[in-house]
Nanobody, 122 residues
């Protein structure tokens, strides 16, 4: 019904930058909040940043000032610009969307991408 396709992960040195992108497709009527989460080995998935359709943003304390989330409502895309990357940012990053399908009565917040690996290492 909904597919979230992520791109942009990879290997980067400490202090470097990466940009993640996610495109949502399917029988979408509207998307409320979109966001990025991450999961490091042996740890639980955690929120990185979210953005509402109106542009309100929320960031984890650990990434404030270093990461910037943005979206294009017309294209159903969300991006995460990551700068001043640290080894502790290493994780699989997942895109998430709160979607109202065409014909549905309520939003469903449980749409996830397949994940993209970000590795910060020298």
């Amino acid at each position: 019904q909904v597919q979230l396709a992520e791109s942009g992960g990879g290997l980067v040195q400490p202090g470097g930058s990466l940009r993640l992108s996610c495109a949502a497709s399917g029988i979408i009527f509207s998307i409320n909040t979109m966001g990025w989460y991450r999961q490091a080995p042996g740890k639980e998935r955690e929120l990185v940043a979210t953005i509402t359709s109106g542009g309100s943003t929320n960031y984890a304390d650990s990434v404030k000032g270093r990461f910037t989330i943005s979206r294009d409502n017309a294209k159903n895309t969300v991006s995460l610009q990551m700068s001043s990357l640290k080894p502790e940012d290493t994780a699989v990053y997942y895109c998430n969307a709160d979607v109202l399908l065409i014909g549905a009565a309520a939003y469903n917040p449980n749409y996830w991408g397949q994940g993209t690996q970000v590795t910060v290492s020298s």
